[in-house]
Nanobody, 115 residues
Framework: QVQLVESGGGLVQPGGSLRLSCVAS????????MGWYRQAPGKQRELVAA???????NYADSVKGRFAISRDNAKNTVYLQMNSLKPDDTAVYYC?????????WGQGTQVTVSS
């Protein structure tokens, strides 16, 4: 049984920074993709960033140059460093794992960007 636990959300002023963390527990095979999605009120869930077990990285255009995804394989942990945050980044952020054609989700963590 795979579980994902996120942490690091909160309230930040525009221009500020936050770092999200997601720890994966259970049987994580060598080939997989971990990433972050977000969902704002009234909007569909969207991909923010993803990183494969091989190190390939993909970002949404809206966060390129501001967000950085990284991983610690030894800790089964993926991070999302978010800089220059904007009010439009306000959403619930979900950790995601694609493993053996199955999708796993964390419980979500709220990120609010407001003055």
């Amino acid at each position: 049984q795979v579980q994902l636990v996120e942490s690091g959300g909160g309230l930040v002023q525009p221009g500020g920074s936050l770092r999200l963390s997601c720890v994966a527990s259970g049987s994580i095979f060598s080939t997989h993709v971990m990433g972050w999605y977000r969902q704002a009120p009234g909007k569909q869930r969207e991909l923010v960033a993803a990183i494969s077990s091989g190190g390939s990285i993909n970002y949404a255009d809206s966060v390129k140059g501001r967000f950085a995804i990284s991983r610690d394989n030894a800790k089964n942990t993926v991070y999302l460093q978010m800089n220059s945050l904007k009010p439009d980044d306000t959403a619930v952020y979900y950790c995601h794992l694609l493993l053996a054609f199955s999708n796993y989700w964390g419980q979500g963590t709220q990120v609010t960007v407001s003055s």
